[in-house]
């Protein structure tokens, strides 16, 4: 008969993704576009809601972030960032998500 010992863990067994609570890191794929005026950048965040999403430019990096809910209802957060150099008006820097797709658009200083 083979001696099998049972682990005691502070954790309920569950066999359902729906009970995760440690959030799931993702760097979401994005697309850069620019021209004379402006960067565009495009960041795929399925999931995820305006006001859960959160855009920062500092020395020079832009940074992504969003909190979302994957389908099986586990948390999700969404990291990536960007080095702009010098060339980025941190003033005007907006964003708009449509259809699960992050939008930003960081326009260029005038004097570069």
Not at 39 to 62: C, F, M, W
Not at 85 to 101: C, I, N, T, W
Request: net charge negative; glycine share 6%.
């Amino acid at each position: 008969m083979a001696n099998i010992q049972t682990i005691e863990t502070n954790k309920p067994a569950s066999n359902s993704l729906t009970e995760r609570t440690e959030p799931s890191f993702r760097t979401p794929a994005a697309d850069i576009l620019e021209n004379e005026e402006h960067y565009l950048v495009l960041a795929d965040v399925p999931g995820a809601k305006a006001e859960q999403i959160e855009i920062n430019l500092e020395s020079n990096v832009l940074s992504i972030s969003a909190m979302a809910t994957s389908i099986e209802g586990a948390p999700l957060v969404y990291q990536r960032e960007f080095r702009v150099g010098s060339g980025v008006d941190p003033e005007g820097v907006s964003a708009e998500l449509k259809q699960g797709v992050l939008h930003l658009i960081a326009p260029k200083n005038e004097a570069r």
